[in-house]
């Protein structure tokens, strides 16, 4: 057999095999990942519609500027926003709105790694600390948990005046207040840039505060991936304020990209046909009932880790939770476990969390994926109460194994 092909075999059966409870990670539809490998693969189409530099791009224009259209639809933008759907992923992405809104020496500010903040969002890693200066908001904790710390917040704004404020994350479970958050921002004369890479779908299906406003009560750059709540492709979009729209797209092309994927594009645009419901999933459930149930699904997610004995680190009103570990337990070594025993997850930072990035405090689970698979809720419970008993070791590798084999068979696989 081609070894390529042996290869991808054995990881359709890894995926179908395991209960997948990684937060950004989901389940696009039959016709989504076909369009990935379709003929739109073949084609170069550098620039934009109506204007490209090679022939043959009639159906490209019509194709880029219809999922343009349906982004702007499905995030009710129309007017007030413009979209670039050809930014590769989400990295790229805020990065485009650093080249665009920044110049070298200008400070950004964005929630900190432990407090649920993305590498991406300029952080000690980052290349492009090599142009712009970093200061870090946090969280504090409340009657539910952690949230953005709002007074340190503005006493940050205050103190540092940044030029670019991000409002985003990847492992925060509360949802995030918007409408204060960017008030705060524009007062202290920052831009704004929205990272809703985790919570597209939320916000698309009206589950969540949206950053799209209008004026000044709206973020100027909203950034996303397409691949986890919204259920598509590995791609990003990028909606800006119609007057900056125009730097964005130059920054984009030829900026730093050439000819865009448009197998990605298509892809993106089966998925919000979807979300439109033009276009219906495999099980035929609206896109909205989707996401109430991811909800729902990570409320009993959180009851039955709860329940198992092991402590929330905030209570989810979102699509994932964060477990606070035991300290004597090695994050590294019990996600590698998990694993074994058809339990996919990733360790993660907590708030003011004293241990390395490698080896942090926590772990954080998320529903969308299984909920694509027909998850329920009394089931997820079941896998809270199952991962509580692995971690205090009260479950027996065999008891979970076997857990495991009977949950998914309950569960439906459309590929």
């Known amino acids: 057999m081609n070894p390529i092909t042996n290869i991808t075999n054995r990881e359709f059966d890894r995926q179908r095999d395991t209960l997948n409870l990684i937060a950004s990670e989901n389940y696009p539809s039959p016709a989504v990942l076909a369009l990935l490998g379709s003929v739109w693969q073949n084609k170069y189409a550098e620039g934009y519609p109506g204007k490209r530099y090679y022939a043959g791009n009639a159906n490209s224009d019509e194709l880029e500027t219809m999922v343009q ?4 639809q499905v995030f009710d933008t129309t007017g007030e926003y413009g979209v670039n759907v050809q930014v590769l992923s989400g990295s790229p992405a805020n990065a485009t709105v650093f080249l665009s809104a920044l110049d070298p020496g200008d400070t950004v500010m964005s929630l900190d790694l432990a407090g649920g903040g993305h590498l991406s969002h300029l952080h000690p890693t980052s290349a492009y600390l090599k142009y712009y200066q970093l200061i870090n908001y946090g969280v504090s904790a409340t009657e539910l948990g952690y949230e953005v710390d709002l007074t340190d917040f503005k006493q ?58 209008t004026g000044a009560a709206g973020a100027d750059y909203v950034t996303m991936t397409t691949h986890k709540t919204l259920r598509g ?11 900056l729209m125009k730097q964005v797209n130059a920054t984009v092309f030829p900026g730093t990209s050439g000819g865009p994927h448009l197998h990605q594009i298509a892809a993106i645009g089966q998925s919000l046909l979807e979300v439109t419901g033009a276009a219906a999933y495999p099980d035929n459930q609206p896109f909205e009932a989707y996401i109430k149930a991811v909800l729902a699904n990570t409320l009993a997610l959180e009851a039955g880790l709860n329940v198992g004995g092991l402590e929330i680190v905030t209570k989810t009103s979102t699509h994932l939770t964060l477990v606070k570990l035991p300290d004597d337990v ?25 241990k390395t990035p490698w080896r942090p405090s926590g772990l954080r689970l998320g529903t969308a994926a299984l909920t694509s698979r027909g998850l329920q809720a009394d089931d997820a419970t079941a896998i809270g109460r199952l991962i509580a008993g692995i971690v205090t070791a009260k479950t027996s590798d065999e008891d979970a194994t076997a857990a495991v084999k009977n949950l998914l068979a309950k569960l439906k696989w459309y590929y």
Not at 162 to 183: C, H, M, N, R, T
């Open 156 to 213: 940050k704004l205050a103190q540092h005046k940044p030029k670019l404020v991000i409002i985003g994350f990847s492992a925060y479970p509360s949802q995030y207040k918007f409408d204060e958050l960017i008030k705060a921002a524009h007062d202290g004369g920052a831009l704004v840039l929205a990272d809703i890479a985790h919570i597209a779908g939320l916000v698309a299906s009206g589950h969540h505060d949206s950053p799209f406003r």
């Open 330 to 354: 090695d994050s590294f070594v019990l996600q590698q476990k998990l694993e074994g025993l058809g339990l996919i997850t990733n360790r993660n930072q907590i708030p003011h969390d004293l």
């Open 233 to 243: 492709p590995r791609g990003a979009m990028l909606f800006a304020k119609t007057d």
């Open 69 to 72: 259209q349906l982004a702007l």
